[in-house]
């Protein structure tokens, strides 16, 4: 087998075991336990999973001025997963519709190369705008209800803040990346991220942080941590290294495509009375598809696609 086609493999995976958290995320609402609480408990176990991982891959000494670059990166990328991950398991907390926030949260897919472009004046090519309109339409679609209103309720409202807060937490890491240890930042940024959780957790939650509703969560806290973060972060990594960013991008965002999947299959395995809510609009799913649709064309740079297949036809021609 090559390896792209290994890589290929690889991030499916990461992508089915990251749209199956949605249904980990959406079951353990049930618990009682506050939706920071759970986040707390997940990204903390979810780091210590790391540790080896950091400890086998990256042992590599780091200069002062890394040191300084990861402490300042865990910090800034630590507070955006904060507030990404905690304001998106908010609205599941609201509306537990696995496939409604996974496809929902794909739209950090598409505001990241426009954060680029505003932030770092880096290059955007038409497609991303392109993208940027056919999402805007999806998302209106997928918001629609069967009798053809919009649903804009908070649960929207603080998904759709969340992507933001999911692409500033991208440009945060892909800046610092650059600059110290990949492995060690995003060790950094969770534990940032579990610190700030907890305080937030014993100061408005203290009354759900209780051993039973842990207990009653511990499903989901488990695949969510060691799973969605542990392993398959340390598969990404591998993953990505095999095969090309932009294909990589867009196996990773068929997350949001296995989220409605992972809904529909557990629904199908487990008792009425242990069911996710699945249910979207039929314009709703017209406008899943097209999000995913735009999320594949912010990826696809087809003025290169496009030059690239006139320089072959121009050679077979000679």
Not at 19 to 40: E, I, Y
Not at 88 to 116: E, H
Not at 140 to 146: A, G, I, R, S, V
Request: charged share 10%.
């Amino acid at each position: 087998m090559k390896k792209s086609h290994l890589g290929n493999l690889i991030l499916l995976f990461v992508a089915v075991i990251w749209g199956f958290a949605f249904v980990a995320q959406a079951l353990s609402t049930n618990s009682g336990l506050g939706p920071v609480s759970f986040n707390a408990v997940r990204v903390a176990i979810g780091a210590l999973t790391l540790i080896p991982v950091v400890l086998i891959f990256d042992r590599k000494k780091e200069s002062a001025e890394s040191r300084k670059n990861l402490f300042i990166g865990s910090l800034v990328s630590g507070i955006a997963l904060f507030c990404a991950a905690n304001l998106q398991q908010y609205a599941i907390s609201i509306n537990s519709n696995p496939g409604f926030a996974g496809f929902i949260t794909a739209l950090y897919t598409v505001w990241t190369p426009v954060a680029y472009f505003i932030f770092f004046k880096h290059k955007t090519a038409l497609n991303v705008w392109i993208a940027v309109a056919i999402s805007i339409v999806g998302f209106y679609m997928l918001c629609m209800t069967d009798g053809g209103k919009i649903s804009f309720g908070p649960d929207v409202i603080l998904l759709l803040i969340s992507t933001f807060f999911w692409t500033a937490q991208i440009l945060a890491v892909g800046h610092y990346a650059q600059k110290t240890s990949p492995l060690k930042l995003s060790l950094g940024e969770y534990t940032v991220c579990v610190i700030l959780s907890f305080i937030y957790a014993f100061i408005f939650e203290r009354d759900g942080l209780t051993v039973q509703n842990l207990l009653d969560a511990k499903w989901s806290i488990l695949y969510c941590g060691v799973l969605s973060v542990g392993v398959a972060y340390t598969l990404q990594v591998i993953g990505q290294r095999l095969t090309s960013p932009v294909l990589a991008v867009i196996i990773m965002s068929t997350e949001s495509v296995f989220s409605a999947i992972g809904g529909v299959l557990w629904n199908l395995i487990v008792p009425s009375s242990l069911a996710v809510d699945q249910h979207i609009s039929a314009v709703g799913y017209v406008g899943c598809a097209v999000i995913f649709a735009g999320v594949v064309i912010s990826q696809i740079d087809f003025t290169k696609l496009f030059n690239r297949r006139k320089g072959a036809d121009d050679e077979a021609s000679v």
